[in-house]
């Protein structure tokens, strides 16, 4: 275990160390993990190219540090307790000896299947035990993993396989959230006609739904396993693999509309999600941990498999939804494991406040030590009754702050260690140096100011490349200001120095926490056969935090709205996942266009928020008066 953290002195020395000597800082870090080799060159980087390295020449394998180290010492002890989406339906607890001979058995299933090292391999489950040990397995042989969250449609992970190139396709024949039965297998066979690459599906049952089994590419996983077990192939040994071999490719909304392929690396991953988890949630030995995030999100993949289970952690991991079978359900959850660690989104906490104190009532929540808040901007109101209702004024909150390209937490508290202010991230993790800069890329000193947040030096968690495309990394994130790392976010620092995140200043929308573009949305409109052009927004929404509002120009034949909307919404649907679904749709004649033909999407932005009055200056328009046709048709809640 890395060290904890005390004091907010003790804070403020490592920080500052881990500026003076970042080398220094970050190599005592790697030190307490297993390393077959230990690397020559702790770092090297520019942000030009980019090109960053982080250990090099170091040699290691994740999962002998999340599993097989941990054997001698908590062997017998919980790795992994699975919650079932049905609160009848018993639960599962693997042990870190269970957890390992699971990951070594379904490594051997796919070595026969014919996977290999640097193979990119496509997961698609619902929240089982099989996903964590599936993206396990490809760990220890060095294949690449790219998990696909389980909402999105055939058409997302047609893309996502066809863009990585990926083999073989895990999945299972369906799975279950809340009262809904999800069609995994099923929206798989839609995608793979488009995916000649994959050679191999294995499927494992959860549902028992009747499903499609393809002769020659689909087989069972509980069949393969038996094949492995009478062969004997209990033990697995990983795959050795260098630092900056890729870990992981997971797909993730940019301005533009194809959603790009974050790459992440072994060694400093392994490093900083470890880190960020130990740091963060001053995590003691024998906690349970519960991130209710999907393992389809760069969240779950650094804070319910890697990062707990590096730290010899128990985590927690639930299948189904907070609000199902009824909205106590996740204090039932709390109660149940004596969970001591809860880590959530602002958009769960606002869904459940709705329902009031009712469903507290009665639960045991004294276990909670600490709670954690991730993917969007929590508003005060939440934080509060978060803070009063369910941490019980005894627990810190840790607001935190980073995304998928970070690969684990960058702004956040310590818990019970830096002060809190509701609504703040508060300060950065030591080894993270967050800059804010203006429109021209100039820095702004001091307190008291906004600006676009950037970030100055590299950490190990951070992203080496897009897939198969270099240079979109570059033009994405380290083009707009050179020399520094573009987060795509705007924030505040108050005169105390503390950092509030305020929001995208790109196309990029946060509806419930999940990352959306506005030109994926506008693109899967438009393949409606009688839309002509869209333009989608961001709003302000109660529990989404933002809605998505639609301005869609239809050919004029069309009459029936309601028919129209519905149509629309199932194609949306169809083409990315019902995430994407447009909360509002406005049926416009004309968008607001400059004269050279650009969207204003300032004046929609403002349309949509309900702010009619104060549309600024609308005289560079090419027909101004399009904007009072959506003005008077604008649809705005009451
Ligand atoms: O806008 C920020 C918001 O979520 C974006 C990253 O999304 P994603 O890559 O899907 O990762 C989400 C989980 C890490 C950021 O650019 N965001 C994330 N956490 C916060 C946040 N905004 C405000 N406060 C946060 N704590």
Redesign the pocket.
Known sequence: MIPTIKTFEEYQQQYSLSVQNPEAFWEEKASYFQWRKKWDKTLEWNFQEPNIKWFRGGKLNITENCLDRHLAERGDETALIWEPNDPEEHFRKFTYRELYNKVCQFANVLKNNGAKKGDRICIYMPMVPELAIAVLACARIGAIHSVVFGGFSAQSIADRIQDAQCSLVITSDGGFRGNKEVQLKTVIDDALVQCPSVKKVIVLTRSRTPIAMIKGRDVWWEDEIKKVETLGLNECKAEEMDAEDMLFILY?SGSTGKPKGVVHTCGGYMVYSAYTFQTTFQYNPGEVHFCT?DIG???GHSYIVYGPLLSGATSLMFEGVPTWPNSGRMWDIVQKYKVNILYTAPTAIRSLMSFGLEPIKGKDLNSLTKLG??????NEEAWHWYDDNIGQKRCPIT????????GGIMI?PIAGVTPTKPGY?TLPLPGIQPVLVDENGKEIVGNGVSGNLCIKFPWPGMLRTTYGDHERCRVNYFATYPGLYF???GCLRDQDGYYR?T??VDD?L?VS???IGTAEVENAINMYSDVVESAVVGYPHDVKGQGIYAFVICTPHLNDDELTRKDILMTVSRIIGPIAKPDKIQFVKGLPKTRSGKIMRRILRKIAEGDIANLGDTSTLLDPAVVDEIKAGALISV
């Open positions: 993730t995030a999100w760069i969240t808040s991730v993917g969007e901007p929590i607001d935190t702050w980073w995304q998928t390209e970070t956040a991230a987060t795509g976010d995140i929001g995208r990029v946060n926490g999940h990352r």
